[in-house]
Nanobody, 124 residues
Framework: VQLQASGGGLVQAGGSLRLSCAPS????????MAWFRQAPGKAREFVTA????????DYSDSVKGRFTTSRDNTKNTVYLQMNSLKPEDTAVYYC??????????????????WGKGTQVTVSS
């Protein structure tokens, strides 16, 4: 079971980045895919999630309207498009897979599989 995230980097405030996550086939077809992030000295927090069909998405209030998650089932890839980035978005971003849809109760403890993080740094 592997979740490979990529696309992080350094960007100026107001800029954009797109993260990608390519989980193994078994995970991709049956799990909800999510993104979490962890800033230095802070707890890991939920960013966004998307169902297997892509029909439902959820976003934290801090990124709503700026970030968009999507998935391409033909490529077995989930994406996180991040626009209007702010310095407070600086964090390590983790791709995750969960066995359920938790609505407003997303928590790291409910994640079944984690990918290695990718660093996103937004300069002011």
């Amino acid at each position: 079971v592997q979740l490979q995230a990529s696309g992080g980097g350094l960007v100026q405030a107001g800029g954009s980045l797109r993260l990608s996550c390519a989980p193994s086939g078994r995970i991709f077809s049956t799990y909800v895919m999510a993104w979490f992030r962890q800033a230095p000295g802070k707890a890991r927090e939920f960013v966004t999630a998307i169902t297997w069909s892509g029909g439902s998405t959820d976003y934290s209030d801090s990124v709503k309207g700026r970030f968009t998650t999507s998935r391409d089932n033909t490529k077995n890839t989930v994406y996180l498009q991040m626009n209007s980035l702010k310095p407070e978005d600086t964090a390590v971003y983790y791709c995750a897979a969960t066995g359920g849809w938790y609505g407003s109760s997303w928590h790291p403890d409910r994640v079944d599989y984690w990918g290695k993080g990718t660093q996103v740094t937004v300069s002011s």
